[in-house]
């Protein structure tokens, strides 16, 4: 149980187009999806947290207009990186946590490469 | 200085050792403790999540915890080549927290042949 899935796995776009990352929980609903993206070699950075129907949350530094995040339902976010340019590339990663739960069940990543 | 200190390694054993990894930290709200590990471009995969002080057993694994001391460790038992990967400390204060987790730096393990 607690399966997190990513897609796309990789992606590669050229610079200034938009890409979408879907983060789904397969075998339970998540009433709360997070967004992290990792640098070679470095530890996971919380981008933004988000519930069920509300707004997201985002970390100090992170741009809102620039990585839109959608929570449509308890098993669905999706991550926009709008405008994407090549400092954009990175790995990005989701979880998901269970109701009253407080630990967190990792996605497989997605890895953006931005030309 | 960082909320959670882990130190980054490498480290490399032979096969069959025991595995040593820790964390410390300095918010005393933190009550839940996970260790994760993370194979090179893959996900993070919980192996143990453990709440408040005392230890934890799941097969090879061993999670400890001592909350007075702010310090966190897990051991791995007759380490095998398979267990070699980035192993993550991560920890939150629950309640309020929504579940917000702060990682530790992670420590780059190889278990050799």
């Known amino acids: 149980g607690a399966v997190v899935s990513q897609h796309p796995s990789r992606v590669i776009c050229k610079s200034g187009t938009s890409v979408k990352i879907e983060c789904r929980s397969l075998d339970f609903q998540a009433t709360t999806m997070f967004w992290y993206r990792q640098f070679p070699k470095q530890s996971l950075m919380l981008m933004a947290t988000?519930?069920?129907?509300?707004?997201?949350?985002?970390e100090q530094g992170v741009e809102k207009d620039k990585f839109l995040i959608n929570h449509a339902s308890l098993t669905l976010s999706t991550l926009t990186v709008t405008s994407a340019h090549p400092e954009d590339s990175s790995f990005y990663i989701c979880s998901a946590s269970r109701t009253g739960r407080d630990t967190q069940y990792f996605g497989p990543g997605t890895r953006l490469t931005v030309l | 200085q960082k909320e959670v200190e882990q130190d980054p390694g490498p480290l490399s054993v032979p096969e069959g050792a025991i595995v040593s990894l820790n964390c410390t930290y300095s918010n005393s709200a933190f009550q839940y403790f996970m260790w994760y590990r993370q194979y090179s471009r893959k996900g993070p995969e919980l192996l143990m999540y453990t709440y408040s002080s005392g230890n934890k057993e799941d097969g090879r694994f061993t999670a400890q915890v001592d909350k007075s001391s702010k310090y966190i460790s897990l051991f791995i038992r007759d380490s095998q080549p398979s267990d070699s990967a980035t192993y993550l400390c991560a920890m939150n204060a629950g309640g309020t927290s929504y579940g917000k987790l702060t990682f530790g730096q992670g420590t780059i393990l190889t278990v050799h042949p």
């Open positions: 988000s519930n069920e129907g509300s707004k997201a949350t985002y």
